[in-house]
C-alpha cells in the first residue's frame, strides 16, 4: 500500500507547518510588527498554548520565517544558476539568470521578501541560526563572480577608486569568495558586495513600486540594470528577450 501521499498530507497539517502558513498570512495583513503569537492563534484557530509549544516566544516564530525566506529564495537562484550552467551559459548569462530568478520569487512572496529585507522589525534582532541561510544569495554570486574570473571572462575594472585602509572585508567576506585574487581583481570582493547591494536596492525599489512612475518596462529596467551593476566587476550581461 502506497502511503507516501497520505504522510505527506499529514506532515502538511502538522503544527510548525500550519503555524508557519498561518504566520504568512499575517505577514500579509499585519507585517511582521504585527506578529504575536495570539494574532497567529486566533488566525489559525489554535489553542495560544498549542503556538507556543512549537514557537515559545515571537522571535522564534520570526526566526523560522526568516530562515525559510532566504532558504526558499537562495533555492530560487541556486536552481536557476544550475539551469543556465546546464544550458552552456557563461558567467554573464548566469548572473543575468539568478537575478530574474530572485526578482521573481520577491514579486511572488512580496511578504517574506520585505521581512528579510525591508525595514528592522522592531525588538527584533536576527540569531546566528539565520547567518547561513542568508548568505546563499551572496554565496550564488559570489561563485558566478569566481567562475568568471577563473575563466578569464573579467575584464580588469579601471581604478578610478582605489579602496581606502586599512582592508575593508571582513573574514567571513574572504572566505565566502575563496581568497582575495591577485592583481588586477585585488578588489573583487568589495565591487561584488556593491553589485548585491545594488542587486537587493533594486528589488526594494521595484517590489514596493518606486519605479512603476518614471520606468516604462520595469522587467526590461532590471535586466540592464544589472547589466550596468555588472560592469564594475568587469563582467558583460547579454541583454536580450526578457520575462518577468
Known amino acids: 500500500m502506497d502511503v507516501s501521499g497520505t504522510l505527506a498530507a499529514e506532515d502538511n497539517t502538522r503544527p510548525p507547518a500550519v503555524i508557519k502558513a498561518t504566520a504568512r498570512q499575517l505577514l500579509v495583513k499585519l507585517g511582521a510588527g504585527g506578529l504575536t503569537l495570539e494574532a497567529v ?18 522571535d522564534d516564530l520570526l526566526t523560522a520565517l526568516v530562515i525559510d525566506a532566504y532558504n526558499e529564495s537562495g533555492a530560487a537562484m541556486e536552481q536557476a544558476d544550475q539551469a543556465a550552467g546546464d544550458a552552456g551559459g557563461a558567467a554573464g548569462a548566469r548572473l543575468l539568470a539568478v537575478t530574474r530568478a530572485l526578482r521573481r520569487w520577491s ?64 573574514p567571513e567576506a574572504v572566505e565566502l569568495f575563496g581568497g582575495v585574487p591577485e592583481a588586477p581583481f585585488s578588489d573583487i570582493i568589495e565591487r561584488g558586495i556593491v553589485l548585491w547591494s545594488n542587486l537587493i536596492g533594486l528589488l526594494v525599489f521595484q517590489v514596493f513600486s518606486r519605479t512603476h512612475d518614471s520606468v516604462r518596462d520595469e522587467s526590461a529596467f532590471f535586466d540592464y540594470a544589472i547589466a550596468v551593476a555588472a560592469e564594475g566587476i568587469g563582467l558583460v550581461v547579454p541583454l536580450g528577450e526578457h520575462t518577468d
Open 41 to 58: 492563534a486566533t488566525e489559525g484557530g489554535l489553542a495560544v498554548a498549542d503556538v507556543a509549544a512549537v514557537f515559545p516566544h515571537r
Open 107 to 170: 514579486f511572488a512572496n512580496p511578504a517574506e521578501f520585505t521581512l528579510i529585507y525591508g525595514s528592522p522589525v522592531p525588538g527584533y534582532h536576527a540569531p546566528q541560526a539565520t547567518v547561513p541561510p542568508a548568505s546563499r544569495t551572496p554565496g550564488v554570486l559570489a561563485g558566478i563572480v569566481r567562475a568568471a574570473l577563473e575563466a578569464g571572462d573579467l575584464t580588469p575594472p579601471r581604478r578610478t577608486v582605489a579602496p581606502p585602509g586599512p582592508p575593508l572585508l571582513l
